[in-house]
């Protein structure tokens, strides 16, 4: 858009855009100042112009500014009456561009936000003193006396009106505008009108109509606007309607910069960002200035094509930064009218002393959840190169120290940006914990802490659960030189508990051939996996509570039986002619399950006590 407003194609390209600002910011409550009208584009320069007709009957009407008609043709009564710039009817481009622009000012103007507590509908607008804001009629409104805009000492304030019908003044009413100072744009206040306008006898008034149907100014009247009829005509009588003087151009500063740090913990930068609140720039200039020294330097200059007009973000990382330095940023906008005014500043602390191994980054927490107890699920991305293990810190709940959970031995064998991970199995029910990580290497010590990462156990409890316990009975598990000769023997107890709202009950009435039963014993190169469904024939009870099952198993099959003595809470697994194909070292898991819930001891095992008759390994729980 040129500054003579003669050229539109700018405005239009941007309609879409403002108008659907002026839609998504409907229903917010917007404060006083927050207001900005639409640029009227080519028809800034008009004081009147009509759609169908512009029409005068008085000898001493005087238009300050141009008399339009589009895509009508029709002007009459002017010589006597006076217009001071020039006349244009439908088929000239400065009608028609006028009468388009109008056009697309009227509708931002309808679809702009206003608060409830700014509807007047029902209210008459005299004796009414106003701040800048968007107001509202449902219907029609009336000005009746005094209508007082308070600028608040902002020379650029805008005020709208929304009228869902008619406006209409009586005879001698005012608008006026106080506290804008000398250089108030009268072109910041705005009548969006629904139909039709009609200014009363000896009426003073100020602002811009944009009225969907017609205008009619009566004898006497004054106007400091523009009368501008979107689809009607505007009928004059012995007035003075003055289109106010353009301001200057101006290209008005950024908003809302802001600096956070980017980059690595060994190479800092700052990610900066800011809105363009101007339309006309070329250019932005990114100024820094380093410590407390007093100069800002020029440290970039990004080309602005403007596509997303006012309101658009912009952004810039200065890639580059020292340690433990503030850095300060300001931004101005450039183009043909020249710079602005430096933006608000931006601080930026780096902070940063290079520890000599990097903490670990991206930390992230998951709940684990099984039927018994909850855990966390924790990964996190290795930063550094030198470190030889990983570790683990928990906070429980808000307590205020962090307790070393895990170790993780790092290999490092991945270098930088490795994926490490951990699980914390046993976590209490309905808690919050909080973690971070550290990387150690005995040379050098320990990295600063990671980003915390917080999950909640958020698991209620089951209504029923069950654990078991190995204790210290003869359990083995027997690797023999001979395929299918290894052999498993787990004796352990159960507890299959009710949880009531006051006491936990235990309860022994499990009945496998009800239930069906599960085991599985697991340890590093071995597993043995019994599962036996509800209502298995081969199930035999007495009548002491006591259940066996047994198979035999075929030809090099394994042959098994369990035994459930619910008198005693006691359970025996056996299981022969397995075949392993390595011996079980470290931890081992056996598992029970049972009405569909799960209890597991996990115990490490002694290393083998003998080698007998070609057995390579007998591995037994301690006593």
């Not at 238009?63 to 009508?72: E, I, L, R």
Request: glycine residues 12%.
């Amino acid at each position: 858009m040129t500054r003579n407003g003669r050229n539109s194609k700018g405005w239009r390209m941007r309609a879409g855009i403002l108008s659907a600002i002026g839609v998504a910011l409907a229903g917010a409550s917007l404060p006083a100042t927050a207001a900005v009208g639409p640029s009227l584009g080519a028809a800034r320069s008009f004081a009147v112009l009509g759609s169908s007709t512009v029409s005068n009957t008085g000898g001493t009407t005087l238009v300050t500014g141009d008399v339009g008609v589009s895509p009508g043709s029709s002007i009459v009564g002017f010589g006597p009456g006076q217009v001071t710039g020039g006349t244009y009817v439908g088929g000239q481009p400065e009608a028609d561009n006028a009468h388009s622009d109008a056009s697309l000012a009227y509708d931002f103007l309808e679809g702009m936000a206003s608060i409830p507590a700014n509807n007047l509908t029902s209210l008459d607008l005299g004796g009414m003193t106003l701040a800048p804001a968007v107001y509202k009629y449902n219907t029609s409104a009336q000005l009746t006396g005094d209508l007082v805009l308070d600028a608040g000492g902002d020379s650029a304030a805008v005020f709208v009106f929304q009228i869902g019908s008619t406006l209409t003044t009586a005879s001698g009413a005012t608008v006026k505008v106080i506290n804008g100072g000398a250089d108030y744009d009268e072109s910041n206040v705005f009548w969006q009108v629904g139909s039709s306008a009609t200014l009363g006898s000896g009426t003073a008034f100020t602002g811009n109509i944009l009225a969907y149907a017609d205008i009619t100014i009566v004898a006497g009247s004054s106007m400091t606007g523009n009368a501008l009829a979107i689809g009607g005509a505007v009928t004059l009588d012995s007035n003075a309607v003055t289109s106010p003087p353009a301001a200057p151009a101006v290209t008005k500063a950024p908003i809302n910069l802001t600096a956070v740090m980017a980059g690595t913990p060994s190479s800092p930068g700052a990610d900066l960002s800011w809105n363009d609140a101007s339309d006309n720039e070329t250019e932005f200039r990114v100024f820094r200035r380093d410590g407390s020294g007093p100069d800002f330097v020029l440290l970039a200059t990004i080309p602005s094509t403007d596509g997303a007009g006012i309101g658009g973000l912009v952004t810039y990382q200065d890639p580059l930064l020292g340690f433990s330095t503030t850095y300060t940023y300001r931004v101005t906008a450039f183009g043909a009218d020249g710079e602005s005014a430096p933006s608000n500043e931006a601080l930026l602390d780096t902070g940063v002393v290079v520890p000599a191994v990097l903490a670990p980054i991206n930390l992230t927490a998951a709940l684990n959840a099984t039927a018994v107890t909850p855990g966390a699920d924790l990964s996190w991305t290795d930063a550094s190169d030198n470190e030889t293990e990983f570790r683990v810190f928990r906070r429980d709940g808000i307590g205020p120290d962090f307790v070393q959970v895990g170790t993780v031995v790092s290999t490092d064998t991945a270098g930088t940006d490795g994926v490490v991970t951990y699980l914390d199995p046993l976590l209490d029910f309905s808690m919050t914990y909080t973690y971070r990580v550290t990387a150690y290497n005995l040379a050098d010590g320990e990295s600063p802490p990671s980003n915390e990462a917080l999950v909640n156990s958020g698991v209620v409890p089951p209504a029923r659960w069950l654990t078991i316990h190995l204790g210290r009975g003869r359990n083995i598990i027997r690797e023999q030189h001979k395929a299918r000769m290894d052999h498993v023997r787990i004796k352990g107890s159960y507890a299959l508990i009710d949880i009531d709202t006051s006491v936990p009950t235990v309860v022994n009435d499990l009945d496998p051939r009800i239930s069906g039963i599960t085991i599985q014993v697991k340890a590093p190169g071995n597993m043995v996996l019994l599962n036996v469904p509800a209502g298995d024939p081969r199930w035999k009870a007495s009548k002491k509570g006591v259940y066996r099952w047994t198979t035999n198993g075929g030809r090099d099959e394994p042959s098994s039986s369990i035994r459930i003595d619910t008198r005693k809470s006691e359970f025996t697994f056996k299981s022969s002619r397995n075949d392993f194909g390595a011996v079980p070292v470290g931890a081992v898991t056996v598992t029970l399950t049972c009405e569909s819930y799960t209890g597991s001891d996990v115990r490490i095992w002694d290393k083998p006590k003998t080698l007998v008759g070609g057995t390579r390994a007998m591995l037994t729980l301690p006593r």
